[in-house]
């Protein structure tokens, strides 16, 4: 087996699974400018125009600069694990299928969980409108609607807006008044899928342990903080929210080189985080459970 060459088809499918696989991997297509060399760094595009000048008669036109350059930023997110596959329980032959299964596996049930929380618990912690409601079957629509206008109010009709929403909470709005609720067709990188939406504006369902407003990360996982309280939904513009998700390292190690078992090492490291211009603040909507509805 070519480790190294294997190490890198696997690095790559991870991260294609990371995009297509988590309910928030829209927000990493505002990253496609992005200049990403490995490590925790990641340098993102930052322009300056002038504004309109007077026209001369004359002179002709104003004359206006344009600045474009680079700006790094350092990704929060360093997370990683370790998998020991022992040799008796795999050889060389088999030990890529083991590997993929695994990394798959692990990636799908504890990393994509984890980057979702991250991201949406960030994304309501900066959102500028927020409100506290308790979710019933009777009011749900008319409380998203009316968040929905505040948004609007500010953002225009134009421009992609995109609803994420408590699977319980998506639950009643099913239930509350389906006629206003259409199929929309949602693309993420290369699956494309339906989802319902309201007046245009796609309304994706999240599972409710991925909606709270505070995690603790640690070297056991993610779980939601004492204080966190559950995320009703969130109402952005598409271009918000920029993702940036790496799986920076996977590092085999066979039997042969393993200085400590007589197995099979799989070393996973992931870098992760979200960018939240100042300028897009005012335009994140966030509606969060009231404290009695959190605390129960």
């Not at 000048?53 to 104003?62: F, I, K, N, T, V």
Request: with cysteine; proline share 5%.
């Amino acid at each position: 087996m070519n480790i190294k060459k294997f190490e890198k088809n696997l690095q790559n499918q991870l991260d294609r699974q990371a995009l297509e696989g988590a309910t928030s991997g829209w927000m990493e297509e505002n990253v496609s400018q992005a200049i990403y060399n490995g490590g925790n760094e990641i340098k993102l595009p930052k322009m300056s125009l002038q504004g309109l000048g007077s026209y001369d008669r004359d002179a002709g036109y104003s004359g206006g600069a344009v600045t474009y350059s680079y700006e790094t930023f350092a990704l929060t997110q360093d997370r990683g694990r370790r998998f020991r596959i022992d040799a008796i329980d795999v050889d060389e032959s088999g030990f890529g299928l083991a590997a993929a299964n695994v990394a798959a596996e692990f990636q799908r049930t504890q990393v994509i969980p984890e980057i979702d929380a991250y991201r949406y618990s960030k994304l309501a912690a900066a959102a500028e409108i927020k409100d506290t409601y308790t979710p019933d079957k009777a009011t749900v629509m008319s409380s998203l609607l009316a968040q929905l206008g505040e948004v609007r109010d500010i953002t225009g009709d134009e421009g992609d807006v995109v609803i994420v929403m408590s699977r319980p909470v998506y639950d009643k709005l099913m239930l509350s008044d389906e006629s206003k609720l259409k199929p929309f067709q949602f693309r993420q990188g290369s699956l494309e899928f339906f989802v319902k939406s309201i007046n245009g504006i796609p309304i994706i369902p999240v599972p409710s342990k991925r909606m709270q407003t505070e995690y603790i990360f640690d070297a056991n996982g993610f779980f939601p903080a004492i204080r966190a309280e559950p995320i009703n939904w969130i109402i952005c513009p598409k271009s918000a929210p920029i993702a940036i998700s790496k799986t920076d390292s996977v590092k085999i190690i066979p039997p042969g080189d393993n200085q400590f078992a007589d197995a099979w090492d799989i070393d996973y490291r992931k870098y992760h985080d979200l960018l939240i211009p100042d300028n897009t603040k005012a335009l994140i909507a966030v509606s969060v459970a009231s404290e009695q509805e959190g605390r129960s």
